[in-house]
């Protein structure tokens, strides 16, 4: 028993031996083999590939690769950045470890086929450079079309296939190649790619063509703070799908790092607090060739399912008067990035403003429930902005929840002066509804009053507007808090003579007028709000401004109806 003990002991130490002799010969075979195949890229010209360390582990069927970078060969990225190479983007990145879990190694020694059933890739720093203007360039020769973004070269390898991509702590930044500027940044901590193969192109050798055709990417729970700290942005996940070409934002959130009354204190002027919530946010024709190849995203829809935007402004501090807030036009001409998106939908969403005010506890409260706009051609792109459609925003929604609000704003991209237009209505409600929306604002408190219809109509520019308004209304009454007295739209309101009615009980009709500075420090939020206030203003102040033309053409209806009264008798 002795001796069979000894020879057992013998036996099995030899096959361990043995066995971590093969391992450690077949980690030198594929190390060899690895490096060949970097080599045989690297001489391609296109990309320079380096691994600082290579481990195979036969039992497991593991490949680690230590210290991996892949970045652009020199030539090509100085031909890239002048214009010259077939795309508007390029990339390089860089791997503290790359596993490769359940790499077959009979398959590639033997049949030259690639297998991994997982691949980990761990402290991956991308870099994604783009060009602002790149040149129409094509190659002229079959084999240049393919050795593009959409292919590589690998010799003497008959198959490759991959099931699944993990990354772990990952960081991406998209950058301007000229002067190095990044253009956006984002760091996380999970993301997983699958249905990406590589297929043997049929008639050249040794190039193998990206198939996409099942590509998924997925971005689970991410959660990122904005530069100044002030915001945290979180989601559920990020899904992209390259066969429907679409990519989806689960329960997107944008919330104060602080309760928004204390961040919003902590600042030295009245700088707005927000918060939004959404469901789900839609890319619809996201075409990711066609992103990478020619560098303009261009979108066909982005649909906005269920937002909730809170916006909240400390009005007891002092205003900025050196900012020199922009309109949305003003903005997408300033974009430097080219994208295009046909139409922007939100979809039964809320809009809830909060204003608060010295002398008073209450806050000033602006709901609009039921919100569903539209936004079309949303753009940077020169030839649009220059020659194309205008932009174009409808708004419903319920005011105050129960006023009915239909706003249409048109926006001129290729004026000098980046001129408007918008058209709107506000349907039947109680005067005593607007309360919390006006109050504490302006001291306005209404007693009783039923608007009937509100219909208006302005032009202008980024200095001011005009306009006209019909507001069409029954038994006003309002109160003015004392301290607001001084403010010149509403002074009067402290007196007891105003217009009640419209028509009036004598059948005038008083179409107010618009017409408005704007202060330029203000937005546009505050341009359309204050433009409609002030042909409100103009209707129910007995010597507000109306419009002549809209007076001489009731007066003549009013004749005319008389006549036909007169002529019964």
């Given at each position: 028993m002795k001796f069979n003990t000894k020879k057992w002991s013998v036996i099995l130490g030899v096959l361990l031996l043995l066995i971590f002799s093969i391992n450690s010969i077949l980690s030198v075979v594929v190390s060899n083999l690895v490096n060949t195949q970097l080599q045989e890229i690297n001489e391609q010209k296109k990309l320079t590939i380096s691994v600082g360390k290579i481990n195979l582990n036969v039992f497991t069927g593991d490949l680690n690769l230590k210290n991996v970078q892949v970045k652009p060969d020199s030539l090509f990225f100085e031909n890239f950045k002048k214009g010259l190479a077939e795309k508007a983007s390029t990339s390089e990145f860089t791997l503290s470890e790359l596993k490769i879990k359940g790499f077959g190694i009979y398959a590639i020694l033997v049949h030259k086929e690639v297998y991994a059933r997982k691949i980990i890739a761990k402290g991956l720093q991308l870099n994604l450079y783009k060009l602002d203007n790149p040149l129409d360039v094509e190659s002229n020769s079959t084999e240049g079309k393919i050795a593009r973004i959409d292919s590589i070269f690998i010799k003497e390898i008959k198959q490759i296939?991959?099931?699944?991509?993990?990354?772990?702590?990952?960081?991406?930044?998209?950058?301007?190649?000229?002067?190095?500027?990044?253009?956006f940044s984002y760091s996380g901590e999970a993301c997983e790619i699958s249905g990406v193969n590589l297929d043997a192109h049929p008639t050249i050798e040794n190039y193998f063509v990206v198939d996409k055709k099942d590509l998924e990417i997925n971005f689970k729970e991410q959660e990122i703070k904005t530069n100044n700290g002030d915001y945290t942005i979180g989601l559920n996940d990020i899904k992209y799908n390259y066969k429907s070409s679409s990519l989806v934002i689960s329960n997107f959130k944008l919330n104060p790092t602080l309760d928004k009354k204390k961040l919003a204190a902590t600042y030295p002027y009245n700088t707005e607090v927000y918060e939004i919530n959404t469901k789900n946010i839609q890319f619809k024709g996201f075409y990711l060739d066609s992103i990478l190849r020619k560098g303009v995203v261009s979108l066909d829809t982005v649909l906005v399912e269920q937002p909730i935007f809170g916006i909240y402004i400390d009005q007891t501090k002092p205003q900025d008067l050196n900012k020199r807030p922009k309109f949305l036009n003003e903005l997408l001409k300033g974009v430097t990035e080219p994208f295009n998106i046909e139409k922007i939908l939100l979809k039964n969403g809320e809009l809830n403003y909060r204003e608060k005010h010295e002398k008073f506890k209450e806050l000033m409260v602006l709901d609009i429930s039921n919100l569903n706009a539209e936004f079309s051609n949303v753009t940077s792109l020169k030839d649009s902005l220059d020659f194309g459609s205008d932009l174009k925003i409808n708004l419903k929604g319920n005011i105050c929840k129960v006023a009915p609000l239909n706003l249409d704003v048109v926006m001129h991209y290729n004026t000098y002066n980046n001129s408007y237009l918008f058209t709107g209505s506000v349907g039947a409600a109680n005067f005593i509804n607007f309360n919390d929306a006006l109050y504490a604002g302006t001291g306005v408190k209404f007693e009783s009053g039923k608007l009937q219809q509100m219909n208006f109509t302005v032009t202008g520019?980024?200095?001011?507007?005009t306009g006209k308004l019909l507001m069409r209304y029954t038994n006003l009454n309002a109160k003015i808090f004392k301290d607001h007295k001084k403010k010149k739209t509403i002074s009067w309101i402290g007196n007891s003579i105003i217009v009640d009615s419209n028509p009036?009980?004598?059948?005038?009709?008083?179409?107010?007028a618009i017409e408005f500075e704007r202060e330029p420090h203000k937005g546009f939020g505050n341009l359309l709000?204050?433009?409609?206030?002030s042909g409100m203003v103009n209707t129910v102040n007995p010597v507000g401004k109306i419009v002549k033309e809209e007076k001489k053409k009731t007066q003549t209806v009013h004749k005319k109806e008389k006549k036909k009264w007169f002529s019964k008798f």
């Open positions: 296939d991959f099931k699944r991509v993990v990354f772990e702590d990952f960081d991406f930044r998209i950058m301007n190649v000229k002067n190095a500027d990044t253009l520019t980024t200095a001011g507007s009036t009980k004598k059948g005038k009709l008083r179409v107010g709000w204050k433009s409609v206030l």
